[in-house]
């Protein structure tokens, strides 16, 4: 099972930023927060991942409390094209759980 | 493009065929996955394997065989499946070090199967 929980769904104006939450408050001290996303029939796509430190890369931000129980993944200037499915994933060992995920809807 | 392949891209089979998924990739990973996603459910992963050694097989049926002749090729055999396991699979690769810090996965298009 999944170890997280993520909204079903939301939407952002394009141009805003998006802000993704994630509660896996039973994260344990070696294990990983990991996004990805999927847009329609595609594979997932990897965005960023993080332990406790907040990260940023070309793509998005990774917020991370300080107790790790819960995340924000921040896409800073929407566009369309990021319409997708956003998946936060708990990672500990060599497989990835994959929730249900956030359906994200950029409209203009 | 993500550097992992998959063929074919759909494939429509009826319960008493045999038939294999294909995937590649040309990354140079040490570790590649099988993945399942059933319509409106959320990705199952199926097998797992590091350097060709099948790591995890998540309770799935026999009728789904998987085979990993070498670190770039992942095949997925299928028999006498049912139409409930119409669904896209994935395959996905990553290079896995040692440690307790993991890479991030490079998923394939998928394999749009449909069992009448």
């Known amino acids: 099972d999944a170890k997280t929980t993520q909204p079903p769904s939301m939407d952002c104006a394009e141009g805003r930023a998006a802000n993704l939450p994630c509660n896996h408050s039973?994260?344990?001290?070696?294990?990983?927060v990991y996004w990805y996303r999927q847009i329609h029939s595609q594979g997932p796509q990897y965005i960023i991942h993080?332990?406790?430190n907040n990260e940023t890369n070309e793509m998005a931000s990774l917020i991370i409390t300080e107790d790790r129980k819960s995340s924000t993944l921040i896409l800073p200037h929407a566009t369309l094209r990021d319409t997708a499915v956003y998946y936060c994933?708990?990672?500990?060992?060599?497989?990835?759980?994959f929730g249900a995920g956030t359906r994200l809807t950029v409209k203009p | 493009e993500t550097g992992v392949t998959q063929t074919p891209r759909h494939l429509v089979m009826g319960m008493t065929n045999k038939k294999s998924l294909k995937c590649e990739q040309h990354?140079?990973?040490?570790?590649m996955y099988w993945y399942k996603q059933s319509a409106k459910k959320p990705l199952e992963l199926m097998f797992v394997?590091?350097?060709?050694?099948?790591?995890e097989n998540n309770s799935v049926p026999s009728r789904f065989s998987p085979e990993c002749p070498n670190s770039s090729h992942l095949f997925l055999h299928l028999h006498t499946l049912q139409p409930e396991d119409s669904a896209l699979y994935l395959c996905?690769?990553?290079?896995?070090?040692?440690?307790?810090?993991?890479?991030?996965?490079?998923f394939g298009p998928g394999t749009r199967l449909t069992v009448l």
């Open positions: 996905a690769s990553s290079q896995e070090p040692s440690g307790s810090s993991y890479n991030e996965q490079f």
């Open positions: 039973t994260i344990s001290g070696n294990e990983y």
């Open positions: 993080g332990l406790k």
């Open positions: 994933i708990v990672r500990g060992n060599n497989d990835m759980r």
């Open positions: 990354l140079g990973h040490n570790a």
């Open positions: 394997y590091n350097f060709k050694e099948q790591t």
